[in-house]
């Protein structure tokens, strides 16, 4: 199985070169796959402990990255978007020819500065972030491996 993490707005799997600069330009493991996309060009404000990929050798990548597909300043729709590889199909579960439309919401409402992590004893993506005013802390755990339905 080969992966290419590209580090650019499109491919959105990772973009720390277009936020911090002292961060590696690109890693390259295989083929390129564009996963999902966004418009809100922030996703990464360059914090040491967020992540946003995770590879489990034994089930895939999971990859949660900041999505808006507003043209506004104020992003109102910007949520968590999720999509996972699955190694037992080969395939990425959410993909659609719009790459906007690729990957699934984690939140129901306006969030943002997420970062996601593996729930160890199920396999699952634990996904973290922001929202509200005053901010308030928030967590999303998908319910199965891959499901992109999160508690």
Known sequence: MKFTVRMSFVAMVAMPALVCPAVATEFTVG???TIGGTTYDFSNPCSGIQKMMYFDPDYGV???WC???STQTT???RNA???FFDNSTGEWNWIDPD???SGTNVFTERVGYGSIDLDPTRSVPVISCHS???IT???ARDVALGSGSFE
């Open 31 to 33: 083929t390129i796959d």
């Open 62 to 64: 999971h990859v949660a």
């Open 67 to 69: 999505w808006s597909a």
């Open 75 to 77: 992003f109102p729709d």
């Open 81 to 83: 978007r999720y999509n």
């Open 99 to 101: 790459y906007m439309e």
């Open 132 to 134: 509200g005013s005053p």
């Open 137 to 139: 802390p928030m967590v």
